[in-house]
């Protein structure tokens, strides 16, 4: 303001940066971009060269954050090349390294990563900057054993950690450390990597920066995992998680909480120890551990940066804690900073300070989440990250119910199946790796967007290399591959259920195991649906103890066709007030808003959206179009108002940015997720773009039946099964002596997340 005030156009900029660094700190990528993007038109304006270069470093570290490693890459570009113009090394060296980090970990392109790291290392080596050639030389090392150019990469690292050493920078060593036992394990030298991991984890201990300390704890684990030494594996792994959970749940926003988690970091911790303990029988601990990283992808996706909340109190309640993170932050910042410098230049006096601050700050943030728990629980629950306990899990499963809990190690398929009845918790291990699983469930989803002569919107399914006339045949192959790994070796443990609740893992978000197919006793094929009820739940611990008491009569809210480019939305919606709900509520085209939904989705029990819903790869871009302005996943999350009053919401259709191996389930979790937490406990759901006649025919016959209560024989009908018979009917209609939707990709799409009391 004073900068503005005094008209001085550079310090207004530098501020600005000042700002927009502060934003970057605590993951506000959205207001970094607001203030970087006319920060830099500015700059350019002015050839004020430094912040010019300060807004692209800021814009391409916001576009790193959030996965766009391809944007990243291009700011970094603009930034060397504005070191070129101003005949500026150190300039250039930066922007390489940074290029060639966005490259590495944006991208997952080592190769590409490569040159760009080995041209920064000579930059930094001609203005005489040794942190900076340090600093290159670890990324090359990490590049260098992507590639599996192992002796390059030793070289790489060995060079580094010299620098490191002589400036005695203790962070810096042990991250190098630990990138040396990971060469190792890479290379197939468990030997070398233990006592590479050790050094690691000691020099991590000395240092108060837990970003340090999971990654030794991690590494060692596996190290002693692969040495055979499988009890102190087992502590190094728990070490590893609670200090991950540590980082994740602290106040400091997500570049301090995050560093190389962006880059998968978090899966990959709790994964191996949730492997671990499988392979030695820890099967409670597996479960406990597999639940505690989904709430940790919670914890990353809505982080209180972002959270949007429509309750006054809410809002004032987070506004307090992204404010203590703002502190926290700056006090952790400058610590972190002391710290990373070498010994002989640390001023112990300030770090002692800076310490005491950090945990003066924490504490308070820590009561302030007290606070909002009382307050808002829901709130609380997606901000917090806890072990669920598998007793108490097991007694809010509803009777007649079985939970399948899935998870994809390296080299095998495990099922956990949990029962209400107390027993342990058995997990049934499958000879199929996590990619071959991951190869299938993209085959079967291509082969189905294959043969879907049309889609929503009036577009045609194109796939690449896919014969839409060998499709058919393809797409039962796969099935009953994927039914024999997922549903066969359970058939025992749920043939007695009346409900199976099935828990994702990874890509099996996106599979519709309802619609695997097998054979019945004659031989004759059967999909699973035929055979049993089967839901989803985003999380095994998301069953809610249903309502007593009498319920208002269900009534519906509806928007469609937003954009006006889904005219078959339209008339879906216009045929379920038609046929089902004649007091229906809808909006169509630019009636359609996101401020209606807000305003008015407290008073119905059911919400039927017709219209896009982009499931990004990034969770946090995930919306549904409206036609005055996206509806986020932040901004559902905030309707508290929907709790206790809003049973239902339907996404009529869906697009989804999948990619095969890197796409982890988070894109849908986030969705359920925001509207279990406003309130709204079930789901339902497509995983691809839909046909218009044949989801009008579902979802008229599903909304007919939940009116009713009943299906045709008079027995009560719940959403699952409302759902379940609605699909039946679809794979089952007859048109003049044809079943013209019998294909799944008609019918199978739909699924019911959450809660189906």
């Not at 190690?409 to 058995?426: C, Q």
């Amino acid at each position: 303001m004073l900068a503005d005030w005094v008209g001085n156009a550079k310090m207004l900029l530098n501020a600005q940066g000042s700002l927009a660094d502060l934003h970057l700190t605590n993951g506000d990528l959205p207001a970094v971009r607001q203030i970087a993007t006319p920060m830099l038109v500015k700059a350019r304006s002015l050839g004020d060269a430094a912040n010019e270069r300060f807004a692209l470093m800021l814009l391409g570290a916001a576009a790193l954050d959030s996965g766009d490693g391809k944007t990243a890459v291009r700011y970094f570009g603009d930034v060397y090349e504005l070191g070129v113009r101003t005949g500026d090394n150190w300039v250039r060296a930066m922007a390489r390294l940074f290029e060639g980090s966005a490259q590495l970990h944006g991208l997952h392109d080592a190769r590409a990563a490569e040159p760009l790291l080995r041209q920064a290392v000579q930059l930094y080596g001609s203005v005489n900057d040794l942190d900076g050639q340090a600093r290159c030389l670890i990324e090359l090392g990490v590049a260098y054993t992507a590639l599996k150019r192992f002796d390059d990469g030793r070289r790489a690292l060995a060079s580094a950690l010299q620098l490191a050493q002589v400036a005695g920078r203790k962070p810096q060593m042990s991250s190098i450390f630990a990138k040396s036992a990971q060469l190792e394990l890479d290379a197939g030298q468990a030997a070398a990597a233990l006592p590479l991991a050790q050094s690691a984890t000691d020099l991590a201990a000395t240092v108060d920066i837990a970003g340090n300390q999971f990654p030794a704890w991690h590494v060692l684990a596996v190290a002693l995992d692969k040495a055979g030494q499988a009890e102190r594996a087992f502590a190094a792994h728990e070490k590893a998680v609670t200090t991950l959970v540590d980082v994740l749940s602290r106040s400091g926003g997500d570049a301090a909480r995050d560093g190389s988690l962006n880059v998968g970091r978090t899966r990959e911790v709790f994964r191996d120890a949730v492997d671990h303990c499988l392979r030695t029988g820890r099967i409670e601990k597996a479960l406990e551990w597999l639940e505690l990283s989904r709430d940790a992808t919670l914890r990353r996706i809505f982080d209180p940066s972002k959270l949007k909340a429509q309750d006054l109190a809410a809002r004032a309640a987070l506004d307090k804690i992204r404010q203590a993170e703002q502190q926290v932050a700056a006090s952790k910042k400058a610590l972190q900073e002391e710290l990373a410098k070498p010994e002989a230049e640390r001023n112990h006096a300030v770090v002692e300070a800076l310490g005491k601050v950090v945990a003066s700050n924490d504490r308070e943030f820590r009561q302030l989440m007290v606070q909002l728990n009382a307050k808002n629980p829901r709130m609380y629950q997606a901000l917090s990250i806890k072990a669920e306990n598998v007793r108490d899990l097991q007694k809010s499963i509803p009777e007649g119910t079985v939970v399948v809990q899935y998870f994809a190690a390296d080299d095998a398929l495990y099922a956990f199946v949990i029962t209400r009845d107390g027993s342990r918790p058995k997990a049934i291990k499958v000879e199929v790796g996590a990619a071959e699983l991951d190869k299938a469930i993209f085959g079967w989803r291509d082969t189905v967007a294959a043969r879907n002569p049309t889609v929503r919107g009036g577009k045609r399914a194109e796939v690449v290399g896919i014969d839409p006339t060998a499709a058919p045949a393809r797409n039962k192959e796969l099935g009953k591959k994927l039914y024999n790994w997922l549903l066969a070796p359970i058939a025992s443990e749920i043939a007695g259920a009346q409900t199976v609740m099935v828990v994702p893992y990874g890509s099996l978000y996106y599979l519709p195991v309802h619609a695997l197919e097998t054979t019945d006793a004659a031989g004759k094929p059967l999909y699973a649906i035929e055979k049993q009820r089967i839901g989803y739940l985003s999380a095994a611990t998301r069953f809610q103890p249903p309502q007593t008491g009498p319920r208002p009569p269900r009534t519906l809210l509806a928007f469609a066709n937003p954009d006006g480019s889904l005219p078959g939305a339209r008339a879906e919606v216009e045929r379920l007030q038609r046929d089902a709900f004649p007091d229906a509520k809808v909006f169509y085209e630019k009636d359609a808003t996101k401020a209606r939904f807000e305003q008015l989705a407290q008073n119905y029990r059911m919400v039927h959206f017709a219209t896009h819903g982009i499931l990004a790869t990034d969770a946090t871009k995930s919306h549904l179009k409206m036609a005055d302005a996206p509806l986020t996943v932040f901004d559902i999350h905030g309707l508290e108002s929907l709790d206790g009053k809003t049973d239902l919401v339907v996404l009529s259709a869906c697009e989804t940015a999948l990619q095969m191996g890197k796409s982890s389930g988070e894109e849908l979790i986030s969705v359920a997720s925001a509207f279990a937490n406003a309130g709204a406990p079930s789901l339902v759901a497509s995983l691809w773009e839909v046909d218009d006649d044949a989801t009008a025919e579902l979802m008229t016959e599903f909304y007919r039946l939940l009116k009713a209560g009943k299906d045709k024989e008079g027995r009560p009908v719940d959403t699952l099964e409302a759902l379940r018979q609605a699909q039946l009917h679809v794979l089952r209609l007859d048109k003049a002596g044809a079943t013209p939707y019998s294909d799944p990709a008609f019918w199978a799409g739909f699924q019911l997340i959450g809660e189906y009391r």
